[in-house]
C-alpha cells in the first residue's frame, strides 16, 4: 500500500516520507506533510470517509507543561496520518488515493 501510495502522491502538493531503497520500513503509519496547518484538511479528508489524523494525540511536551519546541509544535501541526493497513480493501484504497489527490 505505501509503494502504491508513493507512486499516486508523487505530484500532489504535500512531502512524502522519506524513504531510501537502502533502509527497511514498515510503514505502520504513513505521514504526509502539508506546507500550511493539517487540521483544515484532516477535517475536509474526513468529511470525505478518508479517516485520518495528527500522528499522535499531542505533542508529549503539552501534557508535560513544558514551554517551548517550536519544531515539535510545527511538525504536529503540519503532519497528517492517513489510513495504511493490511486489512484496507482494494476499494478502499482506490477511494483514499482520489479523496487525498482531489484534496491536495
Given at each position: 500500500?505505501?509503494?502504491?501510495y ?7 502538493n504535500?512531502?512524502?516520507?522519506v ?8 510503514y ?25 489524523q ?7 511536551h503539552v ?10 509544535r ?6 497528517i ?24
Amino acid at each position: 500500500i505505501a509503494t502504491l501510495y508513493f507512486q499516486e502522491f508523487k505530484n500532489c502538493n504535500f512531502s512524502l516520507p522519506v524513504w531510501k531503497e537502502e533502509m527497511g520500513h514498515i510503514y505502520y503509519r504513513f505521514v504526509i506533510k502539508t506546507e500550511d496547518n493539517a487540521s483544515g484538511y484532516i477535517k475536509r479528508l474526513q468529511q470525505n470517509k478518508v479517516m485520518c489524523q495528527h500522528p499522535v494525540y499531542k505533542p508529549l511536551h503539552v501534557y508535560l507543561n513544558l514551554p517551548g519546541f517550536p519544531h515539535t509544535r510545527e511538525a504536529w501541526q503540519k503532519t497528517i496520518s492517513i489510513p495504511l493497513y493490511p486489512s484496507l480493501k482494494e476499494k478502499e484504497i482506490e477511494k483514499i488515493i482520489a479523496v487525498v489527490k482531489e484534496i491536495f
